[in-house]
Each structure stands twice: as C-alpha cells, then as structure tokens.
C-alpha cells in the first residue's frame, strides 16, 4: 500500500519511513503542508499520516482542504497534544484515528492495519478466495495443508488484487501503490513481483492473468 507521512521531525519521520516499508509499503514524506498538498494532488494515497505542529502551520488545515476537495483517504494524526478537546475537534473534522506521541510502532502498524482493512470492507484479517487462505498479519498464504510464506511485496499486492477480485489493474496503478517517487523503480519491477506471487498461488484455485498492455487481474479457476 502506498502511504504518505506528513512529519516535519526528521528523525521520526526516517524512523517511520523504515518501519512501514519493512512491511513493503510505500511511503512518501511530506515536512510542510505545502508539501503535503502537493504530493495529494498528484498521486492517490491508500492512508495518511499527519502530524499537527508543521512549520507552515497546523495539520488540521492540510485535513479540512483535503476533505474538502473531495480526497477520503483515512488519515490517522500523530501529535504530541493529548487533550481531549483536541482529539475531538481532529475527528470532528474528518481524520480516522488519533495517536499521541510517543507511541509505540507495532501499535501504529496495528491501527495501520485495522483501517486499511475497514477500508477494504474486511472486518477480520483472515481472507480466502479461490482455494486458499490468506494471513495478512502472519504473511502467509495457505492452500491445502501447505502454508506459504510470503514477502512484504507479494503480500501487499496480493492485498491490493483481493480489495477488487477480477478488476484489471495496470502496471503504472500497482508501481504507484507498492512503491514510493523516492524509490527507483525498473520497467520489470511488477513483473518480477507477480511472477513470485503467482508461483505462490500456484495449485490453489487462483488464477493471476496478465493482459497485455493492460495489466493484471486476480480470478478464480
């Protein structure tokens, strides 16, 4: 999935940036509001990361012009203020969650996971389709009796295949939801990732299809 942290403290946010690509995310860092904008007008972000105190002024104004120019991506805050009425006005005006620095990572990544799966429409983490069972949380694909590890990048874009099941998804829409503008990304990068993905699924009742010129779907047998 392709997240963008909106984080002025250099320090947090590289701590950030490698945590959430250890799990194959693709992040973009913003340091100002401007910058923020900017990235949101070029590029669909599957969550949002935002810290309030930028130096170009206060994060809720990033969130109320996005939420008004029609972006709903799920936006959690990241802040150092703690009290209550602060909270409340940040979810009153269209954010999802609200954590207080410091936190704890693999609490962040928990919230991370929990929205992107509200968002998707699955309530639990468990997924099957077509012959197999898929364990986001553990990384793993079962089919039969034989459980399957899968890597950070196979697993987000079997995540990003299952949200639309027999939807055709180009190559330039998956680069621009697995990878970030600041990583380099060759021309077979995709390619390389759902040729291991498929030897993955192989022997479930899956099937996923390349159409030339087109991109990739998920189907089942």
């Given at each position: 999935?392709?997240f963008?942290?909106?984080?002025?403290?250099?320090?947090?946010?590289?701590?950030i940036?490698?945590?959430?690509?250890?799990d194959?995310h693709g992040?973009?860092?913003?340091a100002?509001?401007?910058?923020?904008?900017h990235?949101?007008?070029?590029?669909p972000?599957?969550?949002i990361?935002?810290?309030?105190?930028?130096?170009?002024?206060?994060?809720?104004?990033?969130l109320?012009?996005?939420?008004?120019?029609?972006?709903d991506?799920?936006?959690?805050?990241?802040?150092?203020?703690?009290a209550?009425?602060?909270?409340?006005?940040?979810l009153?005006?269209?954010a999802?969650?609200?954590?207080?620095?410091?936190?704890?990572?693999?609490?962040l990544?928990?919230?991370?996971?929990?929205?992107?799966r509200?968002?998707?429409g699955?309530?639990q983490?468990?997924?099957?389709?077509a012959?197999?069972a898929?364990?986001p949380?553990?990384?793993?694909?079962?089919?039969g009796?034989?459980?399957?590890?899968?890597r950070?990048?196979?697993?987000r874009?079997?995540?990003?295949?299952?949200?639309r099941p027999?939807?055709?998804?180009s190559?330039?829409?998956?680069?621009?939801?697995?990878?970030?503008?600041?990583?380099?990304?060759?021309?077979?990068?995709?390619?390389?990732?759902?040729g291991?993905?498929?030897?993955?699924?192989?022997?479930?009742?899956?099937r996923?299809?390349?159409?030339?010129?087109?991109?990739?779907r998920?189907?089942?047998?």
């Open positions: 999935m392709r963008l942290l909106v984080e002025d403290n250099d320090d947090l946010a590289q701590a940036v490698a945590r959430l690509s250890l194959g992040v973009d860092r913003a100002t509001l401007d910058d923020a904008d990235f949101t007008a070029g590029a972000y599957d969550l990361l935002l810290d309030l105190a930028l130096p170009d002024g206060d994060g809720r104004q990033f109320t012009r996005a939420r008004a120019r029609g972006i991506t799920p936006v959690i805050v990241l802040t150092a203020s703690s209550v009425g602060d909270r409340v006005d940040t009153d005006i269209g999802d969650d609200y954590m207080t620095k410091p936190f704890d990572f693999n609490e990544e928990a919230r991370c996971r929990a929205i992107l509200r968002r998707g699955v309530a983490s468990l997924r099957q389709f012959g197999f898929f364990d949380l553990a990384a793993t694909l079962t089919i009796a034989e459980t399957r590890e899968l950070a990048r196979e697993l874009l079997l995540e990003i295949l299952l949200t027999g939807q055709t998804f190559k330039s829409h998956l680069i621009d939801r697995l990878f970030s503008y600041d990583e380099t990304v060759s021309d077979n990068a995709i390619e390389v990732y759902v291991r993905l498929r030897r993955k699924l192989d022997g479930s009742g899956a996923l299809e390349t159409l030339r010129g087109l991109g990739y998920l189907l089942p047998e």
